[in-house]
């Protein structure tokens, strides 16, 4: 969003929470897709480092049931290149694609160690206060802020809601030497692996490493229900054998050899009839609009389409006030995101059905 605004001439800070830019790891890779993600990235003219730093081949598939039978391989199919193709998926770390953007904008752009806590109407815009540190005025503010968002409950009270599944996420670092065998199974790509309405997700990451994720349904208060100390390995390793009692012990390197801790992640999804009055001086993009599950990969794209639609109402010429502006911009918005959480939402079922291995394989054999 700031790239895009700067690209036109605007003046742009970004408030950020983090302490410096390398404050925390950064999650799982993200697949961009033509239309959305990589539109966005061609706008703002960083195809070339786009190309220069993706991750070749993590876009290829296994299927696997529990045993760890492959289903579905698209190792062999899938080109490694092809820019401009409607089902080319290039996947990049999120880390890289963060560098790519922060190094791409005016010094002083970013404003770190911004810790927000609430925000007031003054004159035509807003003042902004931030923990320990001076408050701000802006004409006009767009929250950024994720699926907690401290910005959205000034737009409007709807809340998303719990889809009945829970994601708990580890990380395996040097995971050559640390997890071979999985290693081996992936292949540099991303691996599926269904049975028993519960799934176990896994891809490559750019440095070696592996980010995975056991996928599986349960109330919305499992994660402070669950009695588990997501520090303690040993716990969590029991925890898997005892909740995937059907699965191979080949997994069980995956949770044997993760770093600490786990990150138990509840997944939320909007309404897809939500609505807000707009307002002249406020909106928001990306989960902080519409969080939605990841089971279409949809998330990040549209947060980028977002920036890329919103950057061109705000600095087009075509409206009379910002309030036709934001307008123009949150009512597409609001329709197509519908959609794409509508179509992550059904996937997660497909997903986590009794035959989700035979849903899957079906969808793969479809599209591919």
């Known amino acids: 969003m700031a790239k895009l605004l700067q690209l036109k001439g605007a003046d742009v800070k970004v408030f950020e929470r983090d302490t410096d830019k390398n404050a925390r790891v950064q999650g799982a890779p993200l697949d961009l897709h033509n239309d959305s993600g990589l539109a966005a990235i ?11 730093n993706y991750l070749v081949g993590a876009d290829r598939e296994l299927i696997m049931n529990e045993h760890a039978e492959i289903f579905f391989s698209d190792h062999d199919s899938k080109p490694d290149e092809s820019f401009g193709h409607q089902h ?52 006009i503010v767009i929250g950024c802020d994720g699926a907690n968002s401290k910005i959205r409950p000034y737009i409007t009270d709807t809340k998303a809601f719990y889809t009945g599944i829970t994601m708990l996420e580890g990380n395996i670092l040097q995971a050559k030497e640390t997890a071979p065998k999985i290693y081996k199974l992936l292949k540099g790509g991303k691996i599926m692996a269904f049975g028993n309405n519960q799934n176990l997700l896994m891809g490559q990451k750019g440095n070696g490493d592996i980010g995975f994720y056991a996928s599986f349904r349960t109330n919305e208060n ?19 054998k005892t909740s995937y009692p059907e699965w191979s012990s080949i997994w069980l390197e995956l949770f044997e050899n993760a770093e600490s801790p786990f990150i138990p992640r509840p997944i939320y999804c909007i309404p897809f009839d939500q609505l807000w009055e707009t307002q002249p001086n406020l909106t928001v993009i990306g989960d902080a609009a519409h969080v939605m599950p990841p089971f279409a990969g949809e998330g990040v794209n549209m947060a980028m389409l977002d920036a890329l639609e919103l950057s061109e109402c705000l600095t087009s010429n075509e409206y009379e006030t910002l309030q036709e502006v934001i307008s123009a911009y949150e009512i597409p918005m609001r329709k197509r995101a519908a959609i794409a959480a509508k179509e992550s939402l059904e996937n997660g079922e497909l997903m986590h059905a009794e035959n989700s291995l035979e849903n899957m394989l079906n969808f793969f054999n479809r599209v591919h």
């Open 42 to 52: 061609r706008k703002a003219g960083l195809l070339e480092e786009f190309k220069q």
């Open 88 to 139: 080319f998926r290039p996947e990049i770390d999120r880390g890289t694609l963060r560098k790519i953007l922060l190094e791409s904008l005016q010094p002083e752009t970013i404003i770190w160690d911004s810790h927000f806590i609430s925000m007031e109407k003054q004159n035509e815009g807003w003042l902004l206060h931030f923990k320990n540190k001076s408050s701000v005025y802006a004409d």
């Open 222 to 240: 499992w994660e402070a229900e669950s009695g588990l100390d997501y520090s303690n390995k040993t716990q969590i390793l029991d925890w898997f």
